[in-house]
């Protein structure tokens, strides 16, 4: 059974940070693309960073220079650190693991909670 297990949201000051972990079983975890994505709410869910198999990331404009994206893959984890942070943050963060073979496999975790004060 895979899972995808968020942890490390809660609430913030603006200007301050957060480390968002996801930590995976049930999958082989370096063979997967890993993600970030986040749903504030009536709006729809968005990419945030990604990062392949070899290390490349990838950001969402907004978050380019403030998060950034990590993966270790000894232990089944992909990390966002998230500095800099403001209001429109905020939103539920949620963990993805991506493989394409004969079709795509998408798993994600139940999510966690930012909420950024202002």
């Known amino acids: 059974q895979v899972q995808l297990v968020e942890s490390g949201g809660g609430l913030v000051q603006a200007g301050g940070s957060l480390r968002l972990s996801c930590a995976a079983s049930?999958?082989?975890?370096?063979?997967?693309?890993m993600g970030w994505y986040r749903q504030a709410p009536g709006k729809p869910r968005e990419l945030v960073a990604s990062?392949?198999?070899?290390?490349?990331?990838n950001y969402e404009d907004s978050a380019k220079g403030r998060f950034t994206i990590s993966r270790d893959n000894a232990k089944g984890t992909v990390y966002l650190q998230m500095n800099s942070l403001k209001p429109e943050d905020t939103a539920v963060y949620y963990c993805?693991?991506?493989?394409?073979?004969?079709?795509?496999?998408?798993?994600w975790g139940q999510g966690t909670l930012v909420t950024v004060s202002s």
């Open positions: 993805n693991a991506r493989r394409m073979s004969n079709r795509v496999y998408d798993y």
């Open positions: 049930g999958i082989i975890f370096s063979i997967h693309f």
């Open positions: 990062i392949t198999t070899g290390g490349t990331t």
